[in-house]
């Protein structure tokens, strides 16, 4: 039996000339979305590809950019200086240079400056704030000075006096029971030691020739000099002042013994022997002076004495051998005596019959410093010809603040 022949569709033809059959021909129909998607998502990645390569690129130049900038940077700041004349200095220091060398003071009435830099004129006293530079280079001086300021507190304060309210009393308790009636106690006591501030001065003075050479420094001179007068002064009163005009010192206090201390003295602890340490046990009048301290103070406790004084009981050993003074581990680190640190304050008495050459206490409790920020200069091209004489003061004051917290060591029998 012979089937009618079907109808032979054409066939369609694929791109590269050949053939397709009609299965193939709906499959390509069908897909046809999915070339469309594939096509668009490979462009896409093309020009993300494109944009990173190009965004890798202006980083990479940015990045080169800041490395020849950091090197430049690097490159001119390791450059030795060169003449102090190319360095721009600031306004206040041109001003009070030019009010130091000439007494130019026209500079200084029209520069508009900070509070905290060097003021205007003070009409009422003709002097001047020195500038911040020159203040400070004498504010490091004092406080590297051997004296009782790097170990006492130091408070600032802008009035002519500091008040300490001290409570060196203690409250009264007791034990209650339930139902029997309270008994009132002590009322503690609060001491009040009020501390002036004292004018402290210097006058150094200067040709007007070497003023007028302007190769000299005339503010590192100038501060030098202050520097040095005032750390003397300062550290010399700290330890024997009077009160009279200047700050009181720990020694200007009644010394009794310390067995009969009370509030007002210093108590001290005699070494046993008149003008010496005890040839046989010379170390017990060293311990004796630090547990007569209240434990309560020893914690910040430190020993003060001169360098001679120093020379001798550095000498001393226990009964062991071993020697009591140990010298810091650290660079800037104080000797030790006993495992607290000394001061060697040069202002301390030498070792003598009678003398309190060794102190021993928490200073920072026992011992406040007052002073007031500014200094001033007044400039004086007159009273001195040819020189000029510079007239410094700033104002400080000083006294024991708490006497149970300084305990002093006596060269006597008793």
């Not at 590192?220 to 550290?235: N, P, Q, Y």
């Not at 120093?310 to 006993?338: H, Y």
Request: aromatic share 8%.
């Amino acid at each position: 039996m012979c089937w009618p022949e079907r109808e032979r569709r054409p066939n369609r033809t694929d791109p590269r000339g050949k053939d397709m059959t009609q299965t193939q021909t709906k499959a390509i129909a069908g897909d046809e979305p999915a070339v469309e998607v594939k096509q668009a998502l490979t462009g896409f990645l093309s020009d993300f590809r494109e944009f990173q390569a190009d965004m890798k690129s202006r980083l990479q130049q940015q990045e080169e950019r800041l490395t020849m900038l950091d090197r430049k940077t690097h490159l001119t700041a390791s450059r030795p200086a060169l003449a102090a004349a190319a360095t721009p200095e600031a306004p206040h220091q041109k001003a009070f240079a030019a009010y130091l060398r000439s007494g130019d003071d026209d500079a200084l009435r029209g520069l508009e400056m900070e509070g905290k830099a060097m003021s205007t004129a003070v009409a009422a006293e003709g002097g001047y704030l020195v500038d911040p530079q020159t203040a400070d280079t004498i504010r490091s001086v004092l406080k590297s000075t051997a004296s009782l300021r790097a170990v006492a507190q130091v408070v600032t304060v802008e009035a002519t006096s500091y008040d300490v309210l001290v409570d060196h009393s203690d409250i009264g308790t007791g034990w209650a029971s339930e139902t029997a009636a309270q008994i009132e106690t002590d009322t503690p006591q609060i001491e009040r030691v009020t501390i002036p501030l004292h004018e402290l001065s210097a006058m150094p003075k200067a040709s007007q020739r070497l003023l007028d050479d302007s190769a000299f420094d005339i503010e590192g001179w100038l501060a030098g000099r202050i520097a040095d007068r005032f750390a003397r002064a300062e550290a010399a009163a700290f330890i024997n002042g009077d009160g009279v005009d200047k700050p009181t010192g720990i020694l200007a206090h009644p010394q009794v013994d310390d067995g009969i201390w009370d509030w007002g003295s210093l108590g001290y602890i005699p070494t046993g022997t008149e003008g010496d340490f005890d040839a046989i046990a010379p170390a017990d009048a060293i311990l004796d002076l630090v547990y007569a301290l209240g434990a309560e103070y020893r914690a910040n406790a430190s020993f003060v004495m001169n360098s001679k004084t120093a020379g001798t009981v550095r000498k001393m050993k226990d009964a062991d051998g071993r020697f009591l003074w140990s010298d810091g581990l650290a660079a800037g680190e104080p000797p030790r005596l006993l495992g607290y640190p000394v001061l060697v304050a040069e202002d301390m008495p030498d070792i003598a019959a009678g003398a309190a050459a060794i102190a021993f206490g928490d200073f920072r409790a026992g011992y406040t410093v007052a002073e007031r920020p500014d200094l001033r200069v007044l400039r004086d091209p007159f009273s001195a010809k040819p020189h000029v004489l510079f007239y410094a003061t700033r104002r400080v004051g000083g006294d024991v603040s708490d006497f149970a917290a300084i305990k002093l060591l006596k060269f006597s029998a008793a």
